[in-house]
C-alpha cells in the first residue's frame, strides 16, 4: 500500500463545474495536509494547508480533512482553463520531518 | 520578496560524474528540505535540514549528501551519477521544522547522459 495515494486521473471537467480530487494516507499519525498545485514543466506552489478536521475555504478552492477515514479531498469551484494542471497531495507524518507526496492527479478544464 | 531560488536551473552530466546543486531559501526561513521529482511522479524527500543540521534523509544512496550553512542556504550533492538520477531536484524552505508549509524553488532539471 503506498503512504499517499490519489487518483492518477486524468479528470476532465467543463468549466464553472466543480472538480473534486481525492487522496489517503495510510500513517494514521499524520499531522498536516497540504495540496499543491503544478503546471506542466514547473514546480509545485502551495494552494492550501489543513491541520484539523473539517473544511477549509480559501477562494475558490475548499480542502477537506477526516483523520478518522484518513482521507482529505480538494474541492475547485468555478473551475477554469487556468486550473489545468497536476494536483499534489502531501502529508506531513508522524515525526513531521518529510513531506510524503502522492502521484498526483492530472486535471483538464475545458473551455 | 525573493522566493526559494536554485541554481543551476537545467545541467547535463555523464554517469561517474559529481553535481552540486545550490538553494537559498525565502528570507527567514530556517529549514530546507530536498525531493527528486521523476516525471509523472511526486516529489520524493531526500533530505531536511534545520539549522544546519540533517533532520531528516529518506531513501536514497550515500551517494547522496547535503549541508546547510550559516546564511541557511543549502547544497546537495550526487556522486557517481547513475542515469536513474536524470530528474527535477527541488528544494524547499518553511520557517521551521514540523508542520509548517514547505514552499518550492523552481527546480533544477539534471541530465545524465
Known amino acids: 500500500q503506498k503512504e499517499v495515494e490519489q487518483n492518477s486521473g486524468p479528470l476532465s471537467v467543463p468549466e464553472g463545474a466543480i472538480a473534486s480530487l481525492n487522496c489517503t494516507y495510510s500513517d494514521r499519525g499524520s499531522q498536516s495536509f497540504f495540496w499543491y498545485r503544478q503546471y506542466s514543466g514547473k514546480s509545485p506552489e502551495l494552494i492550501m494547508s489543513?491541520?484539523?478536521?473539517g473544511d477549509k475555504e480559501d477562494g475558490r478552492f475548499t480542502a477537506q480533512l477526516n483523520k478518522a477515514s484518513q482521507y482529505v479531498s480538494l474541492l475547485i469551484r468555478d473551475s477554469q482553463p487556468s486550473d489545468s494542471a497536476t494536483y499534489l497531495c502531501?502529508?506531513?507524518?508522524?515525526?513531521?520531518?518529510?513531506?510524503?507526496f502522492g502521484s498526483g492527479t492530472q486535471l483538464t478544464v475545458l473551455p | 520578496d525573493a522566493g526559494v531560488t536554485q541554481s543551476p536551473t537545467h545541467l547535463i552530466k555523464t554517469r561517474g560524474q559529481h553535481v552540486t546543486l545550490r538553494c537559498s531559501p525565502i528570507s527567514g526561513h530556517k529549514s530546507v528540505s530536498w525531493y527528486q521529482q521523476v516525471l509523472g511522479q511526486g516529489p520524493q524527500f531526500i533530505f531536511q535540514?534545520?539549522?544546519?543540521?540533517?533532520?531528516g534523509r529518506g531513501n536514497f544512496p550515500d551517494r547522496f549528501s547535503a549541508r546547510q550553512f550559516p546564511n541557511y542556504s543549502s547544497e546537495l550533492n550526487v556522486n557517481a551519477l547513475l542515469l536513474g538520477d536524470s530528474a527535477l531536484y527541488l528544494c524547499a524552505s518553511s520557517l521551521g521544522q514540523g508542520d509548517q508549509p514547505q514552499h518550492f524553488g523552481d527546480g533544477t532539471r539534471l541530465s545524465i547522459l
Open positions: 489543513i491541520y484539523s478536521n
Open positions: 535540514y534545520y539549522e544546519k543540521e540533517e533532520r
Open positions: 502531501a502529508v506531513n507524518g508522524r515525526a513531521a520531518r518529510q513531506l510524503t
